[in-house]
C-alpha cells in the first residue's frame, strides 16, 4: 500500500510542499557506530531481522549499550518524506488522523542525514537506512507490502537528500564572505549522450560522438520529444540524476536506441548552464528553470576535450539501468569557442582535486589504522563477496594475527557452535548469553593490560559475536523452514550473474548448498547509495537482476519498477479473474518445496472464466477510468500552474508602493487598457499624463508600460532606426552569447535582497539571465555593460520574459537608452555635462559647493543614468521612474537627478569634505520617506527641461571643438593621443550625425509624400468643382426652358414658383 499526498508543512516557509507518504512496516532498528560503513550495514540489518524469528531479543549492537529496540519491533509506521524533512511516525489504525499529541514519532532528520540505504535482491520487500546526526547514529529496517515500491522509495529518499543538501551548501555558501573556490557557471550546449564499453575513453572519443550526431540529425532521427515544463517536487530527477527530457530521450527510436547514440533535437532550446560545485556537476536549463543533469564526482570517471572540434568536451559517467546493472555513458557538450573548453577542463580539474584532498582529510581525521572499527571495517570488505571457502581462509589469516590464547578461544567456541546446532532454540539462545557475558568479563579483565590489547578484545568480541548470531539465526531457520516457504530457498547458489558480488558465509549470507538442502537467504546488495560527500569510501553497489536470482521454473515477484499513474492503470485496465485470490499468491506458480518437507505444495485457486462480453466490458471500464484520470491529470496541471502563476506574481511584486492609486484611477486605467485595437488607437497626451501622475496600480502596470509604449511609438512622426537583427527571442535563446561570464557573474548582484533574484541559478536569475543573454546577441555593438542588468530586473518583476525583452528593445532604441552603454561611453559624458551645467542653473550654490571639493557628476550620478537609480534606490521609487520613463523618455533621468539634489540641497551643503558628500549622496540619499519620493516624482511631472538640455548638448561639441583648436602645448606623442582620441570622437559624431540625417531625409520623403499626396488630393477637389459648376449651368438652363415653355401654355409662375 502507498499512499501520496501533498500535505502542509510543519514550518511557513514549508507551505505547499509536496510530500511522499509510504505505509510500512518497521521491522525494528538498532542504535549503531556513528563510523559504521557500507560493509558493516549488511550485518547490522541482519541482525535486525532476525528479530522476527527469535522469541526473545539477542546481543547488543556494534555500539556499547545498544540494544534492539522491542517497541518498535514489527509496527505500522508512516515514512513520510519531504525536500527538507524525513519523518517516520506510528499508525494507530485505518482512517486514524495523525495527531502529534496522540502518534509517535519514531525518528525526524534531514534528508540528507539518511546517508545509507540498502536493499536485499533476496528480501524484496524490506530495506535498511542509515539515519546520521550529529550526536546519535541508528539503522532502521523497513518492509513494504508492495515490493515494487521499495526502488521508488529508495529514489525518493535519494533525491530528497541530495536537494537537502544541495540547499545546505547553498546556504552555507551564501553564510559566507567569499564564495567557495570551486562555484563557477558555464554556458554551453548539450550536443547528446552516447553509450560507451568502458569507463576510460580513447582520445577521439568526442571526435566520434559529434559525427555520429551529425548523421543521425542527417537522417532525421533525432528526437523530437517536447519539454514538459511541469517536474514533481522530489522525483524530478532519476536515480542517475537525468530530468525525465533526458532520461526518456528516444525511447521510441529503435535506430537510435540500439545503437546507444542519443543527440538533443536542434529544434529545441539545448542550451544549459554547467555548474561545477565543491562535490557535484549540475546542468540547469534556463528554458524550463529545472536541473537537467546532476552528477556527483564519484560517478565522473573521465573528462574528455575534442581533438578536432576543439570547442566540444565531454565527460563519462556510470549510469544505473532496468534490472540492477549499470553502463557507462558519456554526454557531449559544445562551447563559444575553444578557450571557454579548456577554462572548464581546468576547472574541473581543480574541483576533483580540491573534493579528494578535503574528504581524504575529513576520513584520516575521523579514523586511523588502529582504530576497531577501522579493522571492522576493513575485514567486512575483505570477505564481502567472497564464496564459502575463501572466506573461511580470509577469517582464519585474520587469526593468525591473534594471540595464541585469543586463538584458542575463538576455536574452542567455534566448536561448541557447531556442536550445539541440535540443541533446541531455547537452550541455544540461553548458552549463547551466557558465553556472550564470559567474553564481556574476559574483554573487561584485559582492558587494563595494553591499549593493545583493548583493541584486539573489541575485535575478538565482534567477530564472535558474529559467529555465535550466524549458528543462531541458522538453528532459528531449519526449525521454521517446514513451516514457512521462502521464495528463496531453492535458489542455487550460481544463479547470480557474472561480475556480481556475493556477500560472505554468514548468518546472512549463506554458503551455495551443494546437495537438496536448502540454505537460508542470502543477503545481497541490490541497491545501495550513499548521500556522504564524494571519495569518501570504495563502496559499490553489488547490483543483480531479479530474473537471474531465481531457478528455471520459478515466478518470483517482479521488481520491475512503474509509476503511480502506470500502476492505476494495472489495476484498472488488467484486473484480476479471482478477486478472492490473494495477489501475491496469485502470481506464485505449483512447485515442489526443494527444502525441507517436500510435501508442503503452493497450490492455486482454480480462475473462473470470463465470457467475452465481460472481458469487453471490464476493457471498456478500464479505458473510460484511464480517459478520466487523464482528464483530471491536465486539470490538475493547469490548477497548479495558475496557483505557482498567481504565487510567482505576488513575490514579483513584494515592495512597498510609493504614490497609492486611488480606486477611480484604477477604473480609468482599466478602461484604456480595455480598448479594442489600443494600438492603433491615439488618446489624448493630457489624459495620460494625469492619470500617471495621480498613480499606476502595481498589479497592472506592466501591461500599462506596453500601452506608454505604444502611445509613444504612435507620437513619434519618424520611427527611430530598429535593430538590425530580426531574429525571434525564442531563437536566440538557443544560441550561446559570448557575454556569458559576465552576465554570470552579475546575476547575484542584481537585486541581492529580492526573494524573485535571491536564489541561486533560480527562476528569478535564469529568467533574467535568458533575457541579457537574448539582447546581447540580438545588439552585439553593445553586448552587455554593467547596469542592463537591473533595467532587464525591473522588467521582469512586472512581466513575462518575451514582454520583457520588447520593452527592453523599446527603451534602447526608441526611447535610446542604448546610446550611453556603447563602448566608448561618450553619450554618457555628454549626459554629465548636462547634469552640471542643470545643477549650474538651477542650483548655483551648490553646484559651487561641489565644484570647490572637486565632485563632479560622474562620482555619484553615474548609476543613476546607467541604472535608472535601480541599484540604489527602493524598488517602489524605482517603479515610479520607469512609469514616466515609458511617457516621457530618457530626460526624466535629468529631472529626477535635478529634483533629489536640490531638494536636499541645506543638507548636502552642511558636509565638508568629499568623502562625507558623496557618502551622503550614494547612502542617505536612497533612503527617502515615502513623502520625500513622492514629493520627488510630483516635482518631475511639473518640470520641462527638453530645450535646455538639447542646448547643452550643442554646447558641449562645441567646447570640445574649441579644445582642439587651441595652441599645441603638449610634446608630439601627446599631441598625436589627443588627436587619435579626437579623431575618434568625431569618427563617432560623424556616426550618429550621419543617423540625425538618415532620420531626417526619411522625414523629408515622408514631408514629400505628403505633399503629393495633398497636391493630388486638391486637383481631384479642382475637378470635382468643375464638374458641380457644369452641373450648376446645366439645371439654370433646363429651369429657363421649363419656365418658357409654362408661358407658352399660358401658365404664369411665380419666382417662388407658385401659379398665378
Same mark, same amino acid.
Given at each position: 500500500?502507498?499512499?501520496?499526498?501533498?500535505?502542509?508543512?510543519?514550518?511557513?516557509?514549508?507551505?505547499?510542499?509536496?510530500?511522499?507518504?509510504?505505509?510500512?512496516?518497521?521491522?525494528?532498528?538498532?542504535?549503531?557506530?556513528?563510523?559504521?560503513?557500507?560493509?558493516?550495514?549488511?550485518?547490522?540489518?541482519?541482525?535486525?531481522?532476525?528479530?522476527?524469528?527469535?522469541?526473545?531479543?539477542?546481543?547488543?549492537?556494534?555500539?556499547?549499550?545498544?540494544?534492539?529496540?522491542?517497541?518498535?519491533?514489527?509496527?505500522?509506521?508512516?515514512?513520510?518524506?519531504?525536500?527538507?524533512?524525513?519523518?517516520?511516525?506510528?499508525?494507530?489504525?485505518?482512517?486514524?488522523?495523525?495527531?502529534?499529541?496522540?502518534?509517535?514519532?519514531?525518528?525526524?532528520?534531514?534528508?540528507?542525514?539518511?546517508?545509507?540505504?540498502?536493499?536485499?535482491?533476496?528480501?524484496?520487500?524490506?530495506?535498511?537506512?542509515?539515519?546520521?546526526?550529529?550526536?546519535?547514529?541508528?539503522?532502521?529496517?523497513?518492509?513494504?507490502?508492495?515490493?515494487?515500491?521499495?526502488?521508488?522509495?529508495?529514489?525518493?529518499?535519494?533525491?530528497?537528500?541530495?536537494?537537502?543538501?544541495?540547499?545546505?551548501?547553498?546556504?552555507?555558501?551564501?553564510?559566507?564572505?567569499?564564495?567557495?573556490?570551486?562555484?563557477?557557471?558555464?554556458?554551453?550546449?548539450?550536443?547528446?549522450?552516447?553509450?560507451?564499453?568502458?569507463?576510460?575513453?580513447?582520445?577521439?572519443?568526442?571526435?566520434?560522438?559529434?559525427?555520429?550526431?551529425?548523421?543521425?540529425?542527417?537522417?532525421?532521427?533525432?528526437?523530437?520529444?517536447?519539454?514538459?515544463?511541469?517536474?514533481?517536487?522530489?522525483?524530478?530527477?532519476?536515480?542517475?540524476?537525468?530530468?525525465?527530457?533526458?532520461?526518456?530521450?528516444?525511447?521510441?527510436?529503435?535506430?537510435?536506441?540500439?545503437?546507444?547514440?542519443?543527440?538533443?533535437?536542434?529544434?529545441?532550446?539545448?542550451?544549459?548552464?554547467?555548474?561545477?560545485?565543491?562535490?557535484?556537476?549540475?546542468?540547469?536549463?534556463?528554458?524550463?528553470?529545472?536541473?537537467?543533469?546532476?552528477?556527483?564526482?564519484?560517478?565522473?570517471?573521465?573528462?574528455?576535450?575534442?581533438?578536432?572540434?576543439?570547442?566540444?568536451?565531454?565527460?563519462?559517467?556510470?549510469?544505473?539501468?532496468?534490472?540492477?546493472?549499470?553502463?557507462?555513458?558519456?554526454?557531449?557538450?559544445?562551447?563559444?569557442?575553444?578557450?571557454?573548453?579548456?577554462?572548464?577542463?581546468?576547472?574541473?580539474?581543480?574541483?576533483?582535486?580540491?573534493?579528494?584532498?578535503?574528504?581524504?582529510?575529513?576520513?584520516?581525521?575521523?579514523?586511523?589504522?588502529?582504530?576497531?572499527?577501522?579493522?571492522?571495517?576493513?575485514?567486512?570488505?575483505?570477505?564481502?563477496?567472497?564464496?564459502?571457502?575463501?572466506?573461511?581462509?580470509?577469517?582464519?589469516?585474520?587469526?593468525?594475527?591473534?594471540?595464541?590464547?585469543?586463538?584458542?578461544?575463538?576455536?574452542?567456541?567455534?566448536?561448541?557452535?557447531?556442536?550445539?546446532?541440535?540443541?533446541?532454540?531455547?537452550?541455544?539462545?540461553?548458552?549463547?548469553?551466557?558465553?556472550?557475558?564470559?567474553?564481556?568479563?574476559?574483554?573487561?579483565?584485559?582492558?587494563?593490560?595494553?591499549?593493545?590489547?583493548?583493541?584486539?578484545?573489541?575485535?575478538?568480541?565482534?567477530?564472535?559475536?558474529?559467529?555465535?548470531?550466524?549458528?543462531?539465526?541458522?538453528?532459528?531457520?531449519?526449525?521454521?523452514?517446514?513451516?514457512?516457504?521462502?521464495?528463496?530457498?531453492?535458489?542455487?547458489?550460481?544463479?547470480?550473474?557474472?561480475?556480481?558480488?556475493?556477500?560472505?558465509?554468514?548468518?546472512?549470507?549463506?554458503?551455495?548448498?551443494?546437495?537438496?538442502?536448502?540454505?537460508?537467504?542470502?543477503?545481497?546488495?541490490?541497491?545501495?547509495?550513499?548521500?556522504?560527500?564524494?571519495?569518501?569510501?570504495?563502496?559499490?553497489?553489488?547490483?543483480?537482476?531479479?530474473?537471474?536470482?531465481?531457478?528455471?521454473?520459478?515466478?518470483?515477484?517482479?521488481?520491475?519498477?512503474?509509476?503511480?499513474?502506470?500502476?492505476?492503470?494495472?489495476?484498472?485496465?488488467?484486473?484480476?479473474?479471482?478477486?478472492?485470490?490473494?495477489?501475491?499468491?496469485?502470481?506464485?506458480?505449483?512447485?515442489?518445496?526443494?527444502?525441507?518437507?517436500?510435501?508442503?505444495?503452493?497450490?492455486?485457486?482454480?480462475?473462473?472464466?470470463?465470457?467475452?462480453?465481460?472481458?469487453?466490458?471490464?476493457?471498456?471500464?478500464?479505458?473510460?477510468?484511464?480517459?478520466?484520470?487523464?482528464?483530471?491529470?491536465?486539470?490538475?496541471?493547469?490548477?497548479?500552474?495558475?496557483?505557482?502563476?498567481?504565487?510567482?506574481?505576488?513575490?514579483?511584486?513584494?515592495?512597498?508602493?510609493?504614490?497609492?492609486?486611488?480606486?477611480?484611477?484604477?477604473?480609468?486605467?482599466?478602461?484604456?487598457?480595455?480598448?479594442?485595437?489600443?494600438?492603433?488607437?491615439?488618446?489624448?497626451?493630457?489624459?495620460?499624463?494625469?492619470?500617471?501622475?495621480?498613480?499606476?496600480?502595481?498589479?497592472?502596470?506592466?501591461?500599462?508600460?506596453?500601452?506608454?509604449?505604444?502611445?509613444?511609438?504612435?507620437?513619434?512622426?519618424?520611427?527611430?532606426?530598429?535593430?538590425?537583427?530580426?531574429?525571434?527571442?525564442?531563437?536566440?535563446?538557443?544560441?550561446?552569447?559570448?557575454?556569458?561570464?559576465?552576465?554570470?557573474?552579475?546575476?547575484?548582484?542584481?537585486?541581492?535582497?529580492?526573494?524573485?533574484?535571491?536564489?541561486?541559478?533560480?527562476?528569478?536569475?535564469?529568467?533574467?539571465?535568458?533575457?541579457?543573454?537574448?539582447?546581447?546577441?540580438?545588439?552585439?555593438?553593445?553586448?552587455?555593460?554593467?547596469?542592463?542588468?537591473?533595467?532587464?530586473?525591473?522588467?521582469?518583476?512586472?512581466?513575462?520574459?518575451?514582454?520583457?525583452?520588447?520593452?527592453?528593445?523599446?527603451?534602447?532604441?526608441?526611447?535610446?537608452?542604448?546610446?550611453?552603454?556603447?563602448?566608448?561611453?561618450?553619450?554618457?559624458?555628454?549626459?554629465?555635462?548636462?547634469?552640471?551645467?542643470? #545643477?549650474? %542653473?538651477?542650483?548655483? @550654490?551648490?553646484?559651487?559647493? =561641489?565644484? +570647490? &571639493?572637486?565632485?563632479?557628476?560622474? /562620482?555619484?550620478? $553615474?548609476?543613476?543614468?546607467?541604472?535608472?537609480?535601480?541599484?540604489?534606490?527602493?524598488?517602489?521609487?524605482?517603479?515610479?521612474?520607469?512609469?514616466?520613463?515609458?511617457?516621457?523618455?530618457?530626460?526624466?533621468?535629468?529631472?529626477?537627478?535635478?529634483?533629489?539634489?536640490?531638494?536636499?540641497?541645506?543638507?548636502?551643503?552642511?558636509?565638508?569634505?568629499?568623502?562625507?558628500?558623496?557618502?551622503?549622496?550614494?547612502?542617505?540619499?536612497?533612503?527617502?520617506?515615502?513623502?520625500?519620493?513622492?514629493?520627488?516624482?510630483?516635482?518631475?511631472?511639473?518640470?520641462?527641461?527638453?530645450?535646455?538640455?538639447?542646448?547643452?548638448?550643442?554646447?558641449?561639441?562645441? #567646447?570640445? %571643438?574649441?579644445?582642439? @583648436?587651441?595652441?599645441?602645448? =603638449?610634446? +608630439? &606623442?601627446?599631441?598625436?593621443?589627443? /588627436?587619435?582620441? $579626437?579623431?575618434?570622437?568625431?569618427?563617432?559624431?560623424?556616426?550618429?550625425?550621419?543617423?540625425?540625417?538618415?532620420?531626417?531625409?526619411?522625414?523629408?520623403?515622408?514631408?514629400?509624400?505628403?505633399?503629393?499626396?495633398?497636391?493630388?488630393?486638391?486637383?481631384?477637389?479642382?475637378?470635382?468643382?468643375?464638374?458641380?459648376?457644369?452641373?450648376?449651368?446645366?439645371?439654370?438652363?433646363?429651369?429657363?426652358?421649363?419656365?418658357?415653355?409654362?408661358?407658352?401654355?399660358?401658365?404664369?409662375?411665380?419666382?417662388?414658383?407658385?401659379?398665378?
Amino acid at each position: 500500500y502507498c499512499k501520496r499526498n501533498t500535505t502542509l508543512g510543519e514550518k511557513v516557509e514549508e507551505e505547499g510542499e509536496e510530500e511522499v507518504r509510504y505505509k510500512l512496516i518497521l521491522i525494528g532498528s538498532l542504535p549503531v557506530h556513528h563510523l559504521t560503513t557500507m560493509a558493516m550495514l549488511p550485518w547490522v540489518v541482519a541482525e535486525i531481522s532476525k528479530s522476527r524469528l527469535a522469541e526473545k531479543n539477542l546481543g547488543a549492537g556494534l555500539r556499547s549499550g545498544g540494544q534492539l529496540d522491542p517497541s518498535t519491533c514489527n509496527q505500522k509506521v508512516f515514512l513520510c518524506a519531504s525536500a527538507s524533512l524525513v519523518r517516520c511516525v506510528s499508525v494507530l489504525g485505518e482512517g486514524i488522523v495523525w495527531d502529534p499529541l496522540t502518534h509517535t514519532v519514531l525518528f525526524e532528520c534531514r534528508p540528507h542525514q539518511v546517508t545509507k540505504l540498502i536493499h536485499n535482491s533476496q528480501e524484496p520487500s524490506s530495506f535498511g537506512c542509515l539515519v546520521r546526526d550529529a550526536k546519535n547514529c541508528a539503522c532502521y529496517v523497513f518492509q513494504c507490502q508492495d515490493s515494487t515500491k521499495v526502488p521508488e522509495i529508495i529514489s525518493t529518499l535519494r533525491q530528497a537528500g541530495k536537494s537537502s543538501a544541495r540547499n545546505d551548501d547553498i546556504t552555507t555558501i551564501s553564510n559566507k564572505t567569499s564564495t567557495g573556490a570551486f562555484s563557477k557557471k558555464f554556458e554551453v550546449l548539450f550536443c547528446g549522450r552516447v553509450s560507451v564499453a568502458h569507463k576510460k575513453a580513447p582520445p577521439a572519443l568526442i571526435d566520434e560522438c559529434i559525427e555520429k550526431f551529425s548523421r543521425l540529425h542527417g537522417s532525421g532521427t533525432s528526437n523530437k520529444e517536447g519539454n514538459d515544463p511541469s517536474f514533481p517536487c522530489l522525483q524530478a530527477l532519476d536515480e542517475n540524476g537525468l530530468s525525465p527530457e533526458i532520461s526518456h530521450t528516444n525511447t521510441t527510436d529503435s535506430h537510435t536506441h540500439s545503437a546507444g547514440v542519443q543527440p538533443t533535437s536542434l529544434q529545441e532550446n539545448r542550451t544549459m548552464l554547467f555548474t561545477v560545485g565543491r562535490s557535484q556537476i549540475f546542468l540547469v536549463s534556463p528554458d524550463t528553470k529545472k536541473v537537467a543533469i546532476e552528477k556527483s564526482f564519484r560517478e565522473i570517471s573521465f573528462c574528455s576535450q575534442g581533438i578536432h572540434h576543439v570547442d566540444h568536451f565531454g565527460f563519462i559517467c556510470r549510469e544505473t539501468v532496468e534490472g540492477g546493472s549499470f553502463h557507462f555513458v558519456c554526454y557531449v557538450f559544445q562551447c563559444t569557442d575553444e578557450s571557454l573548453v579548456d577554462e572548464i577542463m581546468l576547472t574541473l580539474k581543480q574541483a576533483f582535486s580540491v573534493a579528494a584532498l578535503q574528504q581524504n582529510a575529513k576520513t584520516q581525521s575521523q579514523q586511523c589504522d588502529s582504530c576497531p572499527i577501522q579493522q571492522l571495517h576493513r575485514l567486512c570488505e575483505r570477505i564481502e563477496g567472497l564464496p564459502p571457502s575463501k572466506t573461511k581462509l580470509e577469517l582464519q589469516r585474520h587469526l593468525a594475527t591473534l594471540d595464541n590464547q585469543e586463538q584458542a578461544s575463538v576455536f574452542e567456541n567455534t566448536m561448541v557452535c557447531e556442536e550445539a546446532a541440535p540443541v533446541p532454540v531455547e537452550a541455544q539462545q540461553s548458552s549463547s548469553r551466557q558465553r556472550l557475558e564470559q567474553f564481556k568479563s574476559r574483554a573487561k579483565r584485559s582492558l587494563t593490560e595494553s591499549l593493545e590489547g583493548i583493541w584486539k578484545v573489541i575485535m575478538l568480541f565482534l567477530f564472535l559475536y558474529s559467529i555465535m548470531l550466524k549458528y543462531s539465526l541458522y538453528i532459528c531457520y531449519r526449525l521454521d523452514s517446514s513451516l514457512v516457504l521462502s521464495p528463496s530457498s531453492s535458489l542455487p547458489g550460481d544463479a547470480q550473474p557474472q561480475g556480481f558480488r556475493r556477500r560472505a558465509n554468514t548468518f546472512s549470507h549463506p554458503s551455495t548448498p551443494s546437495s537438496a538442502e536448502c540454505s537460508p537467504p542470502k543477503l545481497v546488495r541490490h541497491y545501495s547509495v550513499s548521500t556522504d560527500t564524494p571519495h569518501q569510501s570504495n563502496d559499490v553497489a553489488a547490483l543483480s537482476t531479479q530474473s537471474a536470482a531465481y531457478g528455471v521454473g520459478e515466478s518470483p515477484l517482479r521488481s520491475h519498477r512503474h509509476s503511480w499513474r502506470q500502476q492505476i492503470f494495472l489495476r484498472v485496465a488488467t484486473p484480476q479473474k479471482n478477486t478472492e485470490t490473494n495477489g501475491k499468491n496469485a502470481r506464485l506458480p505449483i512447485k515442489s518445496n526443494q527444502c525441507g518437507d517436500s510435501s508442503i505444495r503452493v497450490v492455486l485457486e482454480e480462475r473462473t472464466k470470463r465470457s467475452k462480453e465481460e472481458l469487453r466490458e471490464l476493457w471498456r471500464k478500464a479505458i473510460l477510468q484511464q480517459i478520466l484520470l487523464q482528464r483530471m491529470e491536465r486539470e490538475n496541471q493547469k490548477l497548479q500552474a495558475s496557483e505557482n502563476d498567481l504565487q510567482n506574481k505576488r513575490l514579483k511584486l513584494d515592495y512597498e508602493e510609493i504614490t497609492p492609486c486611488l480606486k477611480d484611477v484604477t477604473l480609468v486605467w482599466e478602461k484604456m487598457l480595455g480598448t479594442p485595437a489600443r494600438a492603433k488607437v491615439k488618446f489624448d497626451t493630457e489624459t495620460i499624463h494625469a492619470a500617471v501622475e495621480q498613480g499606476v496600480p502595481r498589479q497592472h502596470r506592466g501591461e500599462i508600460w506596453k500601452f506608454l509604449s505604444e502611445q509613444y511609438l504612435l507620437r513619434q512622426t519618424v520611427p527611430s532606426r530598429p535593430p538590425a537583427n530580426h531574429t525571434p527571442y525564442k531563437e536566440l535563446l538557443k544560441q550561446l552569447t559570448s557575454q556569458q561570464h559576465a552576465i554570470l557573474i552579475d546575476l547575484g548582484r542584481t537585486f541581492p535582497t529580492h526573494p524573485y533574484f535571491q536564489a541561486q541559478l533560480g527562476a528569478g536569475q535564469l529568467s533574467l539571465y535568458n533575457l541579457l543573454k537574448a539582447y546581447s546577441l540580438l545588439d552585439p555593438e553593445v553586448g552587455y555593460c554593467q547596469g542592463l542588468s537591473f533595467i532587464a530586473g525591473v522588467l521582469l518583476l512586472h512581466m513575462g520574459e518575451e514582454d520583457a525583452f520588447n520593452m527592453l528593445k523599446f527603451l534602447m532604441y526608441d526611447v535610446g537608452l542604448r546610446k550611453q552603454y556603447r563602448p566608448d561611453m561618450i553619450i554618457l559624458q555628454i549626459q554629465m555635462y548636462q547634469l552640471s551645467r542643470l #545643477l549650474h %542653473d538651477y542650483h548655483r @550654490d551648490l553646484y559651487s559647493h =561641489l565644484e +570647490q &571639493q572637486e565632485i563632479g557628476p560622474s /562620482l555619484y550620478a $553615474t548609476p543613476w543614468f546607467l541604472t535608472a537609480f535601480a541599484s540604489h534606490f527602493p524598488l517602489g521609487f524605482v517603479a515610479r521612474v520607469f512609469d514616466m520613463l515609458f511617457l516621457q523618455g530618457s530626460e526624466v533621468i535629468f529631472k529626477v537627478a535635478l529634483s533629489l539634489l536640490g531638494s536636499h540641497k541645506p543638507l548636502i551643503l552642511q558636509h565638508e569634505n568629499l568623502e562625507s558628500i558623496v557618502d551622503f549622496i550614494k547612502t542617505t540619499l536612497p533612503n527617502l520617506g515615502l513623502v520625500q519620493m513622492e514629493k520627488t516624482i510630483n516635482q518631475v511631472c511639473q518640470m520641462d527641461m527638453s530645450k535646455q538640455l538639447q542646448a547643452y548638448e550643442v554646447e558641449y561639441h562645441v #567646447l570640445q %571643438d574649441e579644445l582642439l @583648436d587651441m595652441p599645441p602645448t =603638449l610634446n +608630439q &606623442q601627446q599631441r598625436a593621443a589627443q /588627436l587619435e582620441r $579626437t579623431n575618434q570622437s568625431l569618427r563617432q559624431q560623424n556616426l550618429d550625425l550621419l543617423e540625425e540625417l538618415q532620420v531626417s531625409h526619411a522625414r523629408v520623403c515622408s514631408l514629400e509624400s505628403r505633399v503629393d499626396a495633398l497636391a493630388q488630393s486638391e486637383a481631384q477637389l479642382r475637378e470635382h468643382v468643375s464638374a458641380l459648376e457644369e452641373e450648376k449651368k446645366q439645371l439654370f438652363s433646363t429651369v429657363t426652358r421649363l419656365q418658357d415653355l409654362l408661358t407658352s401654355l399660358g401658365i404664369h409662375t411665380t419666382p417662388d414658383g407658385h401659379t398665378l
